[in-house]
């Protein structure tokens, strides 16, 4: 068999995710129970899920509980390619229960003891930080920016709060992330065309501009496809702050930037982004 990346998964449920991300050519992409994978790796015939990824990432899901693994090749196809393999729980990706103790967009009267009150409230022991920052996005900048850069901190040995890491099924959406940001030191928010537009995204903004006016945090924008003057059109105070740009930076890039912040000396941290024109 010629040369493949592969994942051994382990032991996965029913109705868990492999989530392969591709960097480079189109691959084929196997997701292939112990039997089978085998039969592939010696050249015999074989069963698999997937086929033939010409977009990233690539979503699996598990058939049945067992062992499984995961494999990329270039098997038939010119080219090189490198992955990332990772499995979503099931239980993760069931709809999180309807929203009913506030709407949408929180009344101005909503500030930061509200904020305090429902991190206490998640956790009576204290509201301490307990994060090294809160990943505030939209939705449709998740696979581009979000998820990727949380990981990549994450790669680095900063803790994040990252909504795919920390809410679970029955979780207090709004007490949830009210925790995350009164227990993170840095917010981070990805700005983008789309956020702005988000009742959740501003909510979530909203407590970060709140503890940063406060100096209990520290606020660290990334600018997602949009320009310096989009952004003052929605908000001055935060096209005045200095920012890095998916345009210019890779996510690993902007992972090492932040993280150099987040390690040195949150007084001084802004200083050691780039600003974004």
């Not at 069963?47 to 509980?65: C, E, M, N, T």
């Not at 909503?110 to 009576?124: H, L, Q, T």
Request: aromatic share 6%; net charge negative.
């Amino acid at each position: 068999m010629s040369d493949f990346i592969r994942s051994d998964l382990g032991f996965r449920h029913t109705g868990d995710v492999v989530e392969v991300t591709l960097r480079g050519s189109a691959a084929n992409v196997r997701l292939l129970d112990s039997s089978n994978f085998s039969n592939y790796r010696n050249g015999r015939q074989h069963r698999y899920h997937g086929g033939l990824a010409k977009q990233s990432p690539v979503r699996l899901q598990i058939p049945r509980s067992g062992t499984w693994h995961a494999v990329v090749d270039m098997q038939g196809l010119r080219g090189t390619v490198n992955a990332g393999i990772r499995v979503i729980p099931a239980e993760s990706l069931k709809p999180l229960p309807p929203i009913q103790q506030a709407p949408h967009s929180p009344g101005p009267s909503y500030g930061i003891r509200d904020v305090m009150a429902n991190a206490a409230e998640s956790n009576p022991v204290s509201a301490r930080a307990e994060y090294d920052v809160f990943v505030c996005h939209a939705t449709e900048d998740k696979s581009a920016v979000a998820r990727p850069l949380a990981m990549a901190l994450a790669a680095r040995e900063i803790s994040v709060w990252y909504d795919e890491f920390e809410l679970r099924i029955g979780d207090s959406l709004r007490r949830k992330i009210d925790a995350g940001i009164a227990r993170s030191r840095f917010g981070l928010v990805v700005l983008s065309h789309p956020f702005f537009g988000k009742g959740w995204a501003q909510y979530e903004l909203d407590g970060l501009v709140t503890r940063s006016t406060d100096d209990k945090q520290v606020l660290l924008p990334v600018w997602h496809e949009i320009s310096k003057e989009q952004v003052a059109d929605q908000s001055p105070s935060l096209a005045d702050k200095v920012a890095l740009k998916t345009s210019d930076l890779t996510i690993d890039e902007i992972a090492d930037q932040i993280a150099d912040v987040i390690n040195g000396d949150g007084e001084s941290a802004p200083d050691a982004l780039t600003q974004a024109e």
